[in-house]
């Protein structure tokens, strides 16, 4: 029977989904911004799309709710509005990876 409080095996896991997100979480950026850059919306779309399902996956409501707003703006085609929220979401990135980076050299 699995214990339902945390134990090591949790911790492991954390850490191994905060590795993740920080090892995948850059090239995504890279892309959506190159793609927007290029105007390739489609390319975009999936690189919003992978980093928005990354922050559900780790709780992350803020930067999920803002991925989920460009995802739909791109979908829109509202290209504008996307480069005019997108610092907003950069910015989220970094808070969000400085964190990390953080809890794992503890």
Do not use: W
């Not at 492991?12 to 920080?22: C, K, N, P, T």
């Amino acid at each position: 029977m699995r214990s339902s409080g945390t134990g090591h095996g949790d911790e492991g896991f954390l850490h191994s989904l905060l590795e993740i997100y920080l090892s995948d979480s850059q090239p995504l950026i890279s892309e959506l911004q190159s793609a927007l850059h290029d105007g390739n919306c489609e390319h975009a779309q999936h690189a919003i799309h992978a980093l928005k399902g990354m922050a559900a996956n780790l709780s992350a409501h803020y930067l999920h709710n803002l991925a989920q707003q460009i995802e739909q703006l791109i979908k829109q085609n509202e290209i504008d509005e996307v480069m005019q929220r997108l610092p907003e979401f950069l910015n989220a990135c970094q808070e969000l990876e400085d964190l990390f980076n953080t809890s794992l050299s503890h």
